[in-house]
Structures are given as structure tokens and as C-alpha cells.
């Protein structure tokens, strides 16, 4: 849900903020808890985000932005809750400085396309770079990653099932590596 908070909120304790009125402006909830895929797919992307943004008293306004776009896409059925979660997810690494490549060597900037694909090595990567545990996805899957990226919806709606699943793939190892640590909640997603 996204709310509204109104009124001057008064400092108690130690600075704690006070709320004395909320409203609220597009519950999302109601369309995201009656499906299993929206929901599991809503909590790995809160999840992710409380990851991004745990340095207490710092803003994050990308961060939230994109969270509340994420769940307004969910919550309208628009696009498929995996496609959508993948989707918050490379942006959730792009905003905080993790963007990967999907196209030019994420090493040497080589222009693409580039064939193999290395967590560490931040994207895909060319042969010169190419490094020890680098994986070969198809061309397909790295075509929706950056549509996904991009925002490129019929690019990404278009896709088949397998190259969904491998790019998803993917996308989880990159987080994990970025995160030090995977999400308790991915393992629910269906894909």
C-alpha cells in the first residue's frame, strides 16, 4: 500500500517521529495476497528492498519509487509476477550502483553481443575476458534481461518460458553476490 502521511508529526524519545494521520492513497494489497505468484513475487521484492535500504536514517527515494511502481504492476496483472520481480530486482541493482551489462563486455567494454556471462565480472563479458565459472546463457534469455532493464514490456512479455526461467536464474545469482547472502524469499517464487 502507499500512504499519505499528513499533519506535523511531533519528535518523541529519542527523535522518533510521531505519525498522527495516514491515508491511504492505492492499496495494491487486496490484487497481491488472492494470488500465490503476485504475493510470493511482492515479498521477495520487499525483501530486496529492505536489503537496499537498511542504513537507518538514510533516504531512499529511488528505491521506494520503484518499489511502489513495482507493486502497482503486480497488483494490475499487467505482466507476469515473475517477469515483474526480475524486472525490480535488476533495477533494485542498477539504482544501487549494480547495474549489469547485457549486451557490451562488462570488462573490457567490448561491443556486443558478448556470449558468456560472469556474476563477478558484472554482465556478460567477451572471449578475451571471458573467466573460470563464466556460463553461456541463450541469446534469448539476455534479450529479456535487458528488456527487463530497460523496461522494454513487449519485448519481455513476448518471451518463452525457458528463456524466462534461465534469465531468472540469473538474476538470482547476481543479487546473491551483490547482497553477500540470498533471500530467504525466492525460494517460493515460481518460475
Known amino acids: ?14 527523535g522518533l517521529p510521531l505519525c498522527t494521520q495516514s491515508e491511504t492513497i492505492a492499496p495494491y494489497g487486496g490484487a497481491i495476497v488472492t494470488d500465490y ?3 510470493t513475487a511482492g515479498t521477495a521484492m520487499l525483501e530486496t528492498a529492505e536489503r ?3 542504513h537507518e536514517g538514510e533516504p531512499a527515494v529511488q528505491q521506494y519509487l520503484l518499489l511502489v511502481g513495482a507493486l502497482r504492476t503486480l497488483a494490475s496483472g499487467e505482466h507476469e509476477p515473475h517477469l515483474v520481480l526480475d524486472a525490480f ?15 557490451d563486455c562488462a570488462k573490457c567494454g567490448m561491443p556486443g553481443p558478448n556470449r558468456f556471462f560472469s556474476v563477478g565480472a558484472g554482465g556478460v563479458i567477451c572471449g578475451e575476458c571471458r573467466v573460470p565459472g563464466s556460463v553461456v546463457p541463450s ?11 530497460t523496461g522494454d514490456w513487449e519485448t519481455a512479455d513476448a518471451c518463452e518460458l525457458r528463456h524466462a526461467r ?9 543479487l546473491h553476490w551483490h ?12 518460475k
Open 1 to 14: 500500500m502507499q500512504f499519505f502521511s499528513r499533519g506535523g508529526g511531533e519528535l518523541i524519545g529519542r
Open 37 to 39: 505468484a503476485r504475493y
Open 52 to 54: 537496499f535500504t537498511d
Open 89 to 103: 530486482l535488476l533495477r533494485s541493482l542498477a539504482v544501487n550502483g549494480y547495474a549489469p551489462s547485457f549486451s
Open 139 to 149: 541469446a534469448e534469455s539476455l534479450t529479456l534481461l535487458g528488456a527487463l532493464l
Open 166 to 174: 534461465e534469465g531468472s536464474g540469473l538474476v538470482a545469482a547476481y
Open 179 to 190: 547482497l553477500e547472502r540470498g533471500l530467504r524469499s525466492l525460494r517460493y517464487v515460481e
